[in-house]
């Protein structure tokens, strides 16, 4: 695939300072196109679909929102965490999706491990296989996500 | 040998420095729309120089449209009527705009560039917000991730209990340009030297983290302000107050103004925290609830620690007001919601469930 000028503003938007303060792209010098194609190939591998792990993600978001910033409980398998700020986030490809900001946090009870995001991140992986750069903060790795999240 | 490398070096060279000139010439007469006219309301009329966005066009002259984002295009608050042709709306508008917005020509001022004489509708209070120069005068931790800031100002503001500012902080390390945020003041309105703001810790926030991490006492900010139309509303209804958080601030200031007003009204105050740390203003609460004898603050923890030692409600907010109004009569009663989106939906299912209607349930509109 080739990084088309269009991917280039997008990029553009996606670092520190643009939309949020620490943006979407970490230190991660990569063009917007080679990061998307390599988190593609690694969920192709997991045998998953962004779809899958965006719904997973978006499910854990909405039993944690029950809590109003208390931990939830989820199936014996996770503890989630939401807090909820004011305000919305606009997807960094500017085609009109507005995101609420939002911060979850799962952590998984056997493994002990735990993942932040947002909701972007559940926009940004499902309509834009985009899972943000090496070094974001919220950079979701596939296949640790996917392991943390029980998908695999 | 030398001469056959340089000429044409020269040539590329100059034939480059041709076309970025073509260019920048072609940039400056294409973006370049001299002067335009806005006129407001059918009345006022701005000769302003064109090219930028409504807003901050707007803001040039003195005329402050509310905005939570500082015209990023992430908050959809500053919509303003426009009676002339500017485009069609962008992508960037659409989310925000209702069907009926759209076929009243509704715009965000942010989004739309002012290239040619615009004509727009403004509600007419908007005349008297006012641009504020404040000094930092204290900054106090009221929990771990809440801080009490003063901001005092050149001049007085007066402003109604529950109304919110926009407190604007400078470009710092990877941000870029000014940002704007708004805020609900915790001062009452009494208090006429510069406002109190409650300010949590949002993480990444671009502003919190700037007043958390780099602000000081004595450092000069930008504020605009008053906005907003969340303010306790003229009845005898019994009034039901919730918040959670930095949603204390409108509501401190209602009940700090009904204290010097002597509203006597029968009100409860519901405000849920997560543990003991992260309540606040408990003395005062509580010492208003004696100087007033039908105001009642019942604070409520979903999650007490072991060494909160707490006695007092527990359980989500929302099961404590439900609780609370099943065990009471149907009374004539207004909400007044402050927190985070999600719980002042639930707080709405809550009251309306409770007989409370809709039209009387007020919250802030900048979430």
């Not at chain 2, 470009?171 to 009452?188: H, L, W």
């Amino acid at each position: 695939m080739k990084q088309t000028p269009d991917l280039v503003k997008v990029q553009e938007n996606m670092r520190a300072g643009q939309i949020t303060g620490p943006g979407f792209l970490g230190n991660d010098e990569r063009n917007l196109v080679d990061i998307i194609s390599e988190d593609t190939l690694k969920v192709e591998e997991l045998g998953l679909t962004n779809e899958i792990i965006a719904c997973k993600l978006e499910m854990l978001m909405h039993q944690g929102e029950k809590g109003f910033g208390s931990p939830v409980n989820v199936d014996n398998t996770f503890i989630v965490i939401v807090e909820e700020s004011r305000g919305y986030i606009p997807c960094p490809f500017r085609h009109g999706h507005l995101s609420k900001k939002v911060n979850i946090n799962v952590r998984n009870l056997s493994t002990r491990k735990e993942i932040d995001y947002t909701p972007i991140s559940i926009h940004l992986i499902r309509e834009h296989g985009f899972y943000q750069g090496k070094g974001s903060i919220y950079r979701l790795d596939p296949v640790e996500t996917a392991k943390l999240l029980e998908l695999i | 040998m030398a001469l056959q490398i340089f000429i044409p070096a020269l040539i590329v060279g100059g034939i480059s420095a041709f076309l970025a000139a073509v260019l920048s010439i072609a940039d400056a007469l294409v973006n370049n729309y001299g002067q335009v006219r806005i006129t407001v309301n059918g009345s006022k009329t701005y000769e302003v120089k064109g090219g930028s966005t409504l807003l901050s066009t707007l803001a040039d002259e003195k005329i402050f449209i509310p905005s939570a984002c500082g015209g990023k295009g992430s908050c959809g608050l500053c919509k303003v009527k426009v009676a002339s042709d500017v485009g069609p709306i962008l992508p960037t508008e659409l989310p925000y705009l209702t069907p009926k917005e759209k076929k009243d020509n509704v715009r965000l001022s942010c989004q739309i560039k002012v290239k040619s004489d615009i004509s727009i509708e403004i509600p007419e209070e908007l005349f008297s917000i006012r641009e504020y120069i404040s000094e930092v005068s204290s900054i106090k931790d009221v929990t771990h991730d809440i801080k009490e800031v003063f901001f005092e100002f050149d001049d007085e503001i007066k402003f109604r209990a529950g109304q919110y500012v926009q407190l604007i902080v400078p470009q710092y390390r990877d941000i870029k340009g000014e940002t704007m945020r708004a805020y609900s003041m915790s001062s009452q309105p009494s208090v006429r030297n510069g406002v109190e703001l409650l300010i949590r810790l949002v993480p990444n926030g671009i502003v919190t983290t700037y007043v958390h991490e780099l602000m000081k006492e004595g450092d000069s900010v930008r504020v605009l302000g008053p906005f907003g139309d969340f303010y306790l509303r003229e009845s005898g209804a019994d009034i039901i107050f919730i918040a959670g958080g930095s949603g204390m601030a409108p509501i401190k200031s209602i009940i700090l103004d009904m204290r010097e007003k002597g509203i006597d009204r029968n009100a409860y105050y519901f405000f849920g925290a997560r543990s003991k740390r992260d309540l606040f203003y408990l003395d005062m609460l509580q010492s208003i609830e004696k100087e007033m004898p039908n105001f009642h603050f019942i604070p409520a923890l979903s999650e007490p620690l072991p060494e909160d030692n707490w006695e007092g409600e527990t359980g989500l907010i929302t099961d404590v007001v439900d609780r609370y109004l099943s065990s009471q009569g149907a009374l004539e009663r207004e909400g007044y919601l402050c927190g985070s989106p999600g719980m002042i939906n639930a707080c709405i299912s809550v009251l309306t469930k409770h007989n409370i209607p809709e039209d009387k349930i007020f919250f802030d509109k900048f979430g």
